[in-house]
């Protein structure tokens, strides 16, 4: 348990003891309406506080509320809201009520749904605006549960919950963390500003970083521990830019939202377990988000190259460049590692950190690049950014036609691969296949109009032979379902989701083909083409 003052006999903190409050079973990891403190660790939990965008229009609402307002700051358990809520709250008591937690009640006998009908009660026979902390899913119950006497309130709720804005009450704002991305995707770059500013923040060579003075201090005092080894390698670029690539992936491919607790509980546990950063990050420790990295472990990447090097490890055989590599972790703490992972794990993470590179970590870095991720937000971006030019069209068209319907002929077309190109499988018969030829193309002024700023997907909208298709949501797993499509994958059980969503564009498309005056039926080598000439009287001729 952390007290308000623990030091060392001389009466210095520890860096451990500091790090702790980064913990989730830190009583700091949750603010409250305590008294703010003058305690040692008050400070260090003052110090790496990150201002974000939400609180900006947070204060920017606070500061304009009127007494017929309500503020709901919404989102999900660890994002932060009480420590925005808490860090108001005593400076506007006097005009504003504040509702800090919508999951709690007044008395014992009370739930969380009576409790708000409460406040809202009191708050309309008031004369101040009131701020209500509340996560998505307790806003969900009340607009279900709540008191007929405030329909009003109910009615801004669902349609917030629906995304109609025009029915939302000028009176009612409401402040969603799911509408600020905790991560950003560039052409050359994608990062999470959040994260990026926390960990710059946590790990700045400065004097004016309390933390950075106890790492210094314990260093020059008794030298490197592995704790302070992991504190100077997390303040390497390379390591903070590939930590949150790999939090990138946790959030794309297993859809693992990024909290601020959960961040902060991570760092706290790939500081301070009993092995190196490296080692710790894909431990698989009891953290939602290291549960996830776990599985993008780069020690189970196998290339010729890195295969190479563990058989090597394995019987001893160095080189000079991987004898200097060891020299240059020794000047950061890491003494000699025995196993081969714990080197993959180390140079992936340094593997944009040009001092370390040499003949023998740039063979292996070779084999880390993520190339899914990259494609993503490549095409992410070219949806987001199309504004009709021609130019825009032309690379949108590659991403449709190489990937996206090419896989979808495919997928339609799995019973038949015969087929020719733009002819779409119907049904099969007695050994008779029926097909029709489509023209399948991009939508572009869908496309244009449409986008959705959240990063987990974007919508495709197709054309088939005029008739629009619906909204095609476009995952990193989708994608990587579709690449596999093209190079000859044959979808199957474990792709349950995805094969769900490719047949039900699969019977849309069949659902325009079946309307076609013109088909194809195949038997063995033989064509034939049947043509409905005017409803009544029928074509047919070989091919």
């Known amino acids: 348990m952390i007290t308000n003052k623990i030091s060392l006999g001389n009466g210095i903190l520890e860096l451990q003891h500091a790090l702790d409050i980064l ?34 229009d947070f204060l920017d609402a606070l500061k304009v509320a009127k007494p017929d307002d309500i503020i709901f700051l919404c989102g999900s358990s660890g994002d932060g809201k009480s420590e925005i809520l808490t860090r108001y709250s005593q400076k506007y008591k006097e005009k504003i009520d504040f509702h800090l937690d919508a999951t709690h009640s007044f008395t014992p006998t009370q739930n969380a749904i009576e409790a708000l009908d409460e406040r809202f009660s009191s708050f309309k026979g008031s004369q101040k605006p009131l701020i209500v902390g509340i996560n998505i899913g307790m806003l969900g119950n009340y607009a279900e549960e709540g008191s007929s006497f405030h329909d009003d309130i ?70 490197h521990s592995k704790l302070t080894a992991n504190f100077a390698l997390l303040g390497i670029e390379s390591v903070k830019k590939n930590v949150i690539a ?45 549960e996830q990295i776990q599985s993008f472990d780069p020690s189970n990447i196998h290339t010729r190259k890195i295969d190479d090097f563990i058989l ?57 690049e993520n190339r899914l991720i990259n494609e993503f937000a490549s095409v992410w971006l070219m949806h987001k950014e199309f504004d009709g030019s021609s130019t825009k ?61 959240k990063i987990g997907m974007f919508n495709t909208y197709l054309l088939v032979d005029g008739h629009p298709l619906q909204a095609i949501p476009i995952s990193v797993n989708l994608l990587d379902l579709l690449n596999k499509i ?35 039926i195949h038997k063995e080598k033989e064509i034939y083409k049947v043509v409905n000439k005017n409803g009544s009287r029928y074509q047919m001729s070989g091919i």
């Open 312 to 368: 090597q490890l394995k019987l001893g055989i160095e080189d000079p460049d991987f004898s200097l590599f060891n020299y240059q972790l020794k000047e950061i703490g890491i003494s000699e590692l025995l196993s081969a992972a714990s080197y993959l794990r180390l140079v992936y993470l340094l593997k944009d950190e040009t001092r370390f590179l040499n003949e023998f970590t740039k063979p292996l870095t070779s084999g880390f």
């Open 393 to 453: 069209e032309v690379d949108l068209l590659n991403f449709y036609e190489d990937t996206l319907i090419s896989a979808l002929r495919l997928y339609c077309n799995r019973h038949c691969s015969c087929l020719d190109q733009d002819v779409y499988f119907i049904s099969k018969l007695n050994g008779f296949v029926i097909a029709a030829e489509l023209e399948i193309e991009p939508d572009f002024s869908r496309i244009q109009t449409n986008f959705s700023e």
């Open 246 to 290: 790999l939090l990138l992936s946790a959030r794309l491919i297993k859809e693992q939202f990024l909290t601020a607790r959960g961040l902060l509980d991570l760092v706290h546990k790939i500081l301070t377990m009993d092995r190196y950063l490296f080692d710790n990050l894909f431990s698989g420790a009891d953290n939602e988000l290291l």
């Open 154 to 223: 109910k009615a801004s709720i669902k349609a917030f919950l629906i995304n109609k804005k025009s029915e939302i009450s000028e009176h009612y704002t409401f402040l969603d963390f799911e509408q600020y991305p905790k991560f950003t995707l560039g052409q050359n770059e994608s990062t999470s500003d959040f994260a990026a500013k926390f960990l710059d923040k946590l790990t700045k060579q400065t004097l004016d970083n309390p933390f950075y003075v106890l790492f210094d201090n314990e260093v020059k005092r008794q030298g």
């Open 486 to 520: 093209n190079k000859g994958y044959r979808p199957n059980k474990h792709d349950k989701n995805s094969v769900l969503l490719l047949t039900e564009i699969a019977d849309q498309i069949m659902c325009v083909a079946n309307e076609k005056n013109t088909l194809f």
């Open 23 to 56: 913990s989730n079973s830190s009583p700091y990891a949750v603010s409250t309406e305590r008294e703010a403190g003058n305690d040692e660790l008050s400070t260090y939990k003052n110090y790496i506080y990150i201002k974000t965008k939400i609180e900006d």
